[in-house]
């Protein structure tokens, strides 16, 4: 359908100038269905033409028509108010649509060929169990890259590592007074928390503690053997942990270049700020003051001389940006660091980078309701191996599962339900942990706005698609399907919502967005599951209709299994 392109025609006939993406954003649905199947409002063309959005509306409509003469599929356009409505032939738009949904990759586009965007994500500290809080900077930041590879987009993964600072001075300090090798071995990061805890109860009676890890730290940063040997292997073993987390979650990166790794770029940023007149001295500390934003100070050097979290932030920009050869880079972080990401990006910005820009800092709220009764660090592992087992005592209940099988299911569906819940909120928003809310749909037949009804429904899909193709007949070509059987309201509701697929991926990443994937993968669930509980058999004794709506079911299932890839959802060929 090419809507939005007769438009732009129709529009620049009548001197006024709009673009595709302008004109797709702002087509919408008729508040009532019976004006048409779809609108555009004309009230931006107001201010270019001079003349009232009824009037434009009118002139546009008989403009739009001889644009569309030639298009099937448009059976009328209508000026009503300061609305153009579209009224379609229903079998030419299903033709038109499905015929590209039956491509797994339908959706797919390139409006960002021949650009590369860095997504700095997830970014786990070293020596420290990968927690609960990181799961959101990890299902966001890797669906946000999934989202821009469908785009078009070159895409770089990097993991910004918390392998520098004070605390692994503590660490090397609590290891050479309570370490055991074997323990190291055996659970190396359980181990190195639970030293890690023990240093900071045991500080707070001996304040000596302190001086002792702040003095191995300094042994780290002169180079020392024995404190860089220490940092190197917590290091390795540390991401030998996260690894497997990641796999378990789907996620890659392709760069895992932590704080250390821009050590020796610091005083060379630190040196440009000081050459461009930005910084000053205040309470002896090195700061670029950003009173005239309201702006607490950049502090770049302590009075110490130690540098910050911004001083890296810093270094790491420029060398990402001009490294890699990024056109954006998007830093997905809480919201609590929103004001750090306005200091830095201002400093790059006030330095006259010209890619300063390009810099996005993505934030996203808390996890509420999820604690331990000690009230310390919840591991994410600990939250993923609960959920499998909840969702294996559902499947005890399936004698046709084999071991093996109920064990792989419920992986995936726990996976599913944590990460899904995750993403379909808005992301800035902060939520409540709740099994109750996540698993709901678990059972057959009930609904819930979760990930595991979306595991369902595609399940079902293919289930439906096996038995047809199983029976000897495979999935029918685009030009021996006789459209027009697909005549119901319901067939004619899913297939406008795939229609609006490629545009929920854009809109999506506009407003870098994944809950609007998940939405759109509700609504099409949704339409298909009431489609099919309601009467429509998909294979009869019709020969030609059964082919129509395999198609349908294909298409569906085709971009039902898009969005959960691009969400990180696993998806259980059976449940």
Known sequence: MSVANHIVSAAATLGATLTVDEVTAALTEPKNRELGDLAFPVFTLAKALRKAPPAIAAELAAAVREAVAADPAVASVEAVGPYLNFRFDAAAR???????????????????????????????????????????????????????????????????????????????????????????????????????????????????????GRAWFKRLEDGDAQATAYWEEFRALSLREFERIYDRLGVTFDHFWGEAYYNELLDAAVAEVEAAGLATISEGALVVALDDLDLPPCLLR?????????????????????????????????????????????????????????LVHVPFGMILGISTRKGTLVFLEQILDEGKARVRAHLEEKPELSDAERDEIAEQIAIGAVVFYDLSRNRIKDYDFSWEAMLKGLRPGERGPTGVYLQYTLARLSSVLDR??????????????????????????????????????????????????????LELAELFNTFYSGGHKIVSEDVALTGARVALVASVRNVLDYALRILGVPRPERI
Not at 493 to 502: D, G
């Open 468 to 521: 047809y193709l199983e029976a000897g007949a495979p999935i029918p070509a685009a030009d021996a399907i006789d459209f027009s059987k697909l005549a119901t309201e319901a067939e004619a509701a899913i297939v406008a919502h795939l229609e609006r697929w490629p545009a929920a991926l854009r809109d999506a990443a506009d407003v870098l967005e994944a809950a609007v994937v998940a939405r759109y993968a």
């Open 94 to 212: 299903a033709r038109a649509v499905l015929t590209a949904a039956l491509s797994p990759d339908f959706g797919r586009q390139q409006v960002g060929a021949g650009k590369r965007i860095g997504i700095d994500f997830s970014s786990p500290n070293i020596a420290k169990p990968f927690g609960i809080g990181h799961l959101r900077s990890t299902a966001i930041g890797a669906a946000l890259l999934r989202l821009h590879d469908a785009l078009g987009y070159e895409v770089v993964a990097i993991n910004h590592l918390g392998d520098w600072g004070t605390q692994f001075g503590k660490l090397m300090s609590a290891y050479e007074r309570w370490g055991d090798r074997a323990q190291l071995d055996a659970d190396p990061i359980q181990h190195l928390y639970d030293l890690y805890v023990r240093f900071h109860a045991e500080a707070k009676t001996d304040p000596a503690l302190d001086d002792e």
């Open 302 to 358: 302590k009075q110490d001389g130690a540098t910050l979290y911004a001083t890296r932030d810093l270094a790491a920009a420029k060398y990402r940006v001009e490294t890699l050869g990024l056109d954006r880079l998007l830093y997905v972080v809480g919201a609590a660091q929103s004001v750090h990401f306005k200091q830095v990006f201002e400093v790059v910005r006030r330095l006259g980078y010209p890619w300063a820009d390009s």
